[in-house]
């Protein structure tokens, strides 16, 4: 089974500078998909960030960029320019490829992340 | 609807009553999630819906969950004999059927049970 740990229980930056979040997960599949999920006070999980195993290249959305190290199993999200509404808790989630039964998340334990103004 | 609506937001129950969480996913995905989320825990899974085929409920943690899927569409998620461990926010997710991409999972707000 996949696991997926985020050893950062809670993180803290100061307004306008850079946060890098971290993520390991341990799979024997070469083929997989990595999310990062944002989660503010509203509870709703909002899809940050997407990664396909295969493609080598990082994944870039806007201020949200990730470090993708296959061989390393690992997969960080750096938020550049942060925000107040940045603030919430941030999920790192693993899916196995694509037409591999139910689509289901596999989710780590989260990331409390605060921004100081 | 434009997301997907959870109701009720927050529910406050009595150990041994029974509760029902209702889902409305985004209209047209025929896929449903349950997961639950426990206080400084990640979101665990807990059953899958996909068309007319037989759910997925292999994460359902005992006998006393339950969940049900009517014309393809609201889902029922329903504790029985609630207990405190119970106490966690219920999300429901939905996605389109099949074909390629990441499947992208489109979550609701929550249901906050809590068991007294």
């Known amino acids: 089974a996949q696991t997926v740990t985020q050893s950062q229980p809670e993180m803290s930056v100061q307004e306008a500078e850079t946060v890098t979040l971290s993520c390991t997960y341990d799979?024997?599949?070469?083929?997989?998909?990595l999310f990062w999920y944002k989660q503010p006070p509203s509870r709703q999980m909002i899809l940050v960030i997407r990664q396909e195993a295969y493609k080598q290249q990082n994944a870039t959305e806007n201020r949200f960029s990730v470090n993708f190290q296959k061989a390393a199993k690992s997969f960080s999200l750096k938020i550049s320019d942060s925000q107040l509404g940045d603030a919430a808790m941030y999920f790192c989630?693993?899916?196995?490829?694509?037409?591999?039964?139910?689509?289901?998340?596999?989710f780590g334990k989260g990331t409390k992340l605060s921004v100081i103004p | 609807g434009a997301g997907v609506s959870q109701s009720p937001s927050n529910k406050v129950t009595e150990k041994g009553k029974d509760v029902e969480l209702r889902c409305d996913p985004i209209s047209g995905h025929t896929a449903l999630y349950w997961y639950r989320q426990s206080l400084g825990q990640g979101l665990e899974f807990l059953i899958y819906?996909?068309?007319?085929?037989?759910?997925?409920k292999s994460g359902l943690p005992s006998d006393r969950f339950s969940a049900e899927r009517t014309g393809g569409s609201v889902s029922t998620l329903t504790i029985q004999r609630t207990q405190q461990e119970d106490s966690a926010v219920y999300l429901c997710?939905?996605?389109?059927?099949?074909?390629?991409?990441?499947?992208?999972?489109?979550f609701g707000e929550g249901s906050r049970l809590t068991v007294l």
């Open positions: 819906f996909q068309g007319n085929s037989a759910p997925d």
């Open positions: 997710a939905s996605r389109t059927s099949g074909g390629s991409g990441t499947g992208e999972l489109f």
């Open positions: 799979t024997s599949e070469s083929d997989y998909y």
């Open positions: 989630a693993y899916r196995s490829p694509s037409g591999a039964g139910s689509y289901q998340l596999t």
